[in-house]
């Protein structure tokens, strides 16, 4: 299983320009989430979906658009790109499950590296 | 509105001796909180959960520990080898939150020197 993949891994912009960011999970999840990491920041929640055709926003959502069209994909939107946008950005997924056994675990992808000039 | 807190971004400790990292929380009553470990470059990687009812878990060289009273976890690595080295990540899952929203602490940079 590939698990989740980011595409791209690395891009360039000038600002004012817009830009998608692909997350695919290939595991069934019905979570999905996007994240930024900047130094000294950690990781800040961005946008999230709890199943196909709903988004939610996190704490950090603005300047950012997302779309679960399915099930299996999530996408992240920048319209017009803003230095303040610099960073790196992680995909994760995890599944609903409920019980003793389930962990919440959440897989990540393996990020994307956004610079914008 | 909720904050979570890591102890001093980095730590630094010799190989062999136990790493212990905090975890500490305001204004919100989680139940349950999950660790995740971090290498340069990469996606963040699951490690542990512990639940509220829980006081201890256990993993191999880790062991993490829940006080729901003084809002708080603790992460030790014994025995802790140059290979522990990373940054790991606390995050506590609120109590209602199965709908989704899952907020990570800064992080806490280990480094294992032999």
């Known amino acids: 299983n590939a698990g989740v993949t980011q595409t791209p891994k690395f891009r360039v912009l000038k600002t004012g320009q817009s830009m998608t960011l692909l997350c695919a999970q290939d595991m069934n999840h019905e979570y999905m989430y996007w994240y930024r990491q900047d130094p000294g920041m950690g990781l800040r929640l961005i946008h999230y979906?709890?199943?196909?055709?709903?988004?939610a926003k996190g704490e950090v959502p603005d300047g950012y658009n997302v779309s679960r069209l399915k099930k299996q994909n999530f996408l992240l939107g920048l319209e017009s790109a803003a230095p303040s946008q610099t960073s790196v950005y992680f995909c994760?997924?995890?599944?609903f499950g409920s019980g003793s056994r389930n962990t919440g675990e959440l897989f990540f992808g393996e990020g994307s590296r956004l610079t914008v000039l | 509105s909720q904050k979570i807190e890591q102890n001093s971004e980095a730590l630094n400790i010799q190989e062999g001796k136990t790493a212990t990292l905090t975890c500490n929380y305001t204004n919100y009553s989680p139940a349950y909180l999950q660790w995740y470990r971090q290498d340069p470059g990469r996606g963040p990687v699951f490690l542990l959960l512990i639940r509220e009812n829980e006081k201890e878990k256990r993993k191999e060289r880790l062991k993490v520990t829940f006080d729901t009273t003084l809002k708080q976890s603790l992460f030790h690595i014994t025995a802790s080898q140059p290979a522990d080295s990373a940054t790991y990540l606390c995050a506590p899952w609120a109590r209602g939150s199965t709908l989704g929203r899952l907020y990570f602490g800064r992080g806490t940079q280990l480094t294992v020197w032999p």
């Open positions: 979906s709890v199943g196909e055709g709903t988004t």
């Open positions: 994760a997924s995890k599944d």
